[in-house]
């Protein structure tokens, strides 16, 4: 088969099934049914069913990968969108981004460390709070796996939908601009989409946050692994 058509025909699978998903989430709202995970699940099982190999599928899919970089460069446009109430209140936003990143790394390596992972392992869950594209490159460089380090990034997104909601509760935190943080950090992309669901200044708070905490795991992610794994 022409490659070409190979990749559309990969895409349209990927783009279809990403859309299917995504309307069963909005009618039934369950934490466990947020589109990039369902996706991923059926578009495995599509492959395995008719054999396809993850080379074939990769044809197209390495299209969609490469649009993860711009899409990590269109993040600018909240944190412009919001500038004023970053201002405003720059040190509490800041200092949440920080303290949730790091605290974000740690406890996955160490969690890690303590069951036994290896250090292939341990350099693809370091950026697991982080968004995607940027965890797959600091997985990268640290001598990790970069689609597994999207395999913990994914999880650790999905724990975030789940214990965030229930934890603001049990913690009274219940303004925009610390609920939007708490998610926006822990639980990236997954966590804004789950914002939007709390009213835009939560979700336009998760994205500034997520995207600040992308721009940080940056810098220190890959000083965090030369001192992890020397």
């Known amino acids: 088969m022409n490659e070409w058509v190979l990749a559309m025909l ?15 989430y909005v009618r039934l709202r369950s934490p466990f049914l947020v589109p990039i995970l369902t996706t991923t699940i059926m578009v495995i099982v599509i492959l395995t069913t008719f054999n396809v190999p993850y080379d074939t599928y990769m044809v197209g899919g ?52 303590l069951v036994g992972f290896s250090n292939e392992l341990l350099a693809s869950i370091l950026p697991k709070s982080i968004t995607s594209p940027i965890a797959m490159q600091i997985a990268d460089e640290l001598g990790g796996i970069p689609s597994l380090a999207t395999v913990f990034v994914i999880i650790a997104g999905l ?33 804004t989409s789950k914002a939007l669901e709390y009213g835009e200044q939560t979700a336009s708070m998760s994205s500034v946050a997520m995207t600040l905490s992308a721009i940080i795991g940056a ?9 992890l794994f020397p």
């Open 62 to 113: 390495k299209w969609i990968d490469a649009l993860l970089g711009p899409a990590i460069v269109s993040l600018c446009i909240p944190l412009y969108k919001q500038r004023d109430i970053i201002k405003r209140h720059l040190f509490p936003i800041i200092s949440g981004v920080v303290v949730g990143g790091i605290v974000g790394m740690v406890t996955g390596v160490v969690a890690a460390r």
């Open 159 to 191: 724990a975030g939908i789940l214990i965030g909601p229930p934890l603001n509760k049990w913690l009274k935190i219940d303004t925009p601009l610390g609920q939007g943080i708490g998610l926006g950090v822990g639980a990236h992309a997954i966590g």
């Open 10 to 24: 990969m895409i349209g699978l990927t783009v279809m099934m990403y859309f299917i998903m995504n309307a069963v």
């Open 219 to 227: 810098l220190i992610g890959p000083l965090f692994g030369i001192w």
